[in-house]
């Protein structure tokens, strides 16, 4: 039985935790594509003092319908205090 969105997400989130052993940041968007769903998600990579300074980085990870992992990457990084401009449609 197919996943519904929701529970896809939730998937994506805890298996890219176990696999990297990062923090999860924010879900950012998930989609579905010809090769399975792609959930983009922002991660802590390292914990700075003050946190403002904490290294994000941005993983897409690739998901069949039933949930496994196919697929993982880190596509950028930056700190938390950077903020990118982005159109909003």
């Known amino acids: 039985m197919a996943k519904s969105m929701q529970q896809l997400i939730e ?3 805890e298996e890219l935790s176990k696999i990297t052993g990062l ?3 924010t879900t950012i968007g998930a989609v579905k594509e010809e090769k399975g769903w792609k ?3 922002e991660m802590v990579e390292k914990h700075s003092i ?3 300074m904490d290294i994000l980085a941005v993983y897409e990870v690739i998901l069949d319908d039933d949930g496994n992992v196919i697929e ?3 596509t950028r990084l930056r700190k938390r205090v950077d903020t990118e401009a982005v159109e909003v449609e």
């Open 39 to 41: 959930v983009t998600m």
């Open 11 to 13: 998937k994506a989130r």
């Open 50 to 52: 003050p946190d403002q």
């Open 72 to 74: 993982f990457n880190r």
């Open 23 to 25: 923090e999860l940041s």
